[in-house]
């Protein structure tokens, strides 16, 4: 009988990352998520297409799929919750409360079924997601900690892959690299030893996978994003055609991955490689167009203290290692202005209201009066 798996969120990352790992587990997928046509779609053909970038955008078939509304269909999706060896999520971390309560119900339903203990990762650009989407299904109340302990294991996960929309052979489809992270807390696991997702790495020591991934390669990409923006590029790709940004951006992944060294004592070597294949290789890879827009969205989640931006630049401060180049990209971060997006109005009108001291202190947590507030404060001004 083939193994079945859930997953919250039929986007991109769902369907052309956690899926595709899925697909090559061994396991059927039920996609849950609340736009309908995307679910309409997957229950009628059972299959969609992804196609590899680095194979000349060659198709791959995942099929054993289907899909539930989880807003229309919410009895259906908690009878797969409750059926299902792995769930997994790619909904933003920001949208985890939104899943927590049916998760919990589906939860519930397994232990009156008296199944054996689901695999719950929340595969998301989040430190630690995993453990925010638990403290949320806490939260409802539906569950309590002993009952959420004996429907699952928790483990946290780190989550990396270049994925885009895609149209190639007439088929609408998910662009995909082949460069993939995945690295799963192994002591999480009901058995250290499993290894229930092909193609992911198990390891004992997450935390420093989640920071290399998240404080340099979503940092580097971010900043080319709004460095691309400060210059007039609509696309991450015609930043990074520009030698001089080109040498910025990979000036600032070369600061933060020297400040995850000097955290984990990752091999200097092996960092300027990972900065290489996982930023520049990729990012300029041909045939792709990575819009500035969509990477620059949501700036004060990315600026705050323990994320993409803000993230390394404490952590290099900590070690003492200077960071000129990832401060300028903070302060392109902080003059982006996209009328269009709820988090950059309000980050916005917060500079205009408090003045940019006070304004990024509240939105990083850096208190006044330190040298890193000082000389962002000193970027920023001279961006002006």
């Known amino acids: 009988m083939m193994k079945k798996a859930v997953h919250f969120g039929a986007g991109k990352i769902g369907r052309g990352f956690i899926a595709d790992l899925l697909h090559d587990s061994g396991y059927s997928i039920t996609f849950l998520d609340t736009f309908e046509p995307v679910v309409e779609e997957l229950k009628k053909n059972k299959s969609y297409p992804i196609f590899l970038i680095d194979h000349d955008y060659q198709e791959k078939d995942i099929d054993q799929v289907t899909a539930l509304s989880s807003i229309k269909e919410p009895d259906a999706a908690v009878e797969a919750i409750a059926d299902a060896e792995v769930i997994t999520t790619s909904v933003m971390a920001t949208n985890l409360p939104k899943i927590a309560p049916l998760l919990a119900k589906g939860l519930k339903r397994r232990l009156e079924k008296r199944q054996d203990r689901a695999i719950v990762m929340a595969c998301e650009n989040a430190i630690l997601g995993t453990d925010i989407l638990k403290f949320e299904v806490r939260k409802t109340g539906i569950l309590t900690d002993i009952e959420m302990d004996a429907s699952a294991v928790w483990p946290n996960v780190a989550v990396d892959r270049m994925v885009f929309s895609g149209k190639h052979h007439g088929k609408q489809g998910i662009d995909v690299g082949d460069a993939i992270e995945l690295p799963i807390e192994r002591n999480k696991l009901v058995d250290p030893e499993s290894q229930p997702i092909k193609g992911a790495e198990y390891v004992d020591d997450l935390m420093k996978y989640l920071q290399r ?170 961006l002006a």
Do not use: W
């Open 213 to 382: 991934k998240i404080y340099v390669v979503n940092c580097g990409h971010a900043c080319t994003g709004f460095i691309g923006y400060h210059n007039g590029c609509p696309t991450i790709q015609e930043t990074l055609a520009r030698p001089e940004l080109k040498e910025q951006i990979r000036n600032i992944a070369l600061e933060s991955a020297a400040a995850i060294e000097a955290e984990y004592g990752f091999a200097h070597d092996d960092m300027v490689r990972y900065v290489d294949s996982m930023i520049i290789k990729r990012y300029t890879t041909p045939g792709i167009s990575d819009p500035v827009g969509r990477v620059c969205r949501e700036p004060l989640r990315k600026l705050s203290a323990n994320d993409r931006l803000m993230g390394p630049a404490i952590l290099a401060d900590k070690h003492g290692i200077p960071t000129p180049t990832l401060l300028y990209g903070i302060a392109c971060a902080l003059h982006y202005d996209d009328p269009d997006d709820e988090q950059t109005v309000a980050m916005q009108q917060m500079i205009d209201e408090m003045g940019i001291d006070d304004a990024l202190t509240e939105i990083t947590g850096i208190g006044k009066g330190t040298k890193l507030h000082k000389d962002i404060v000193a970027q920023y001004h001279s």
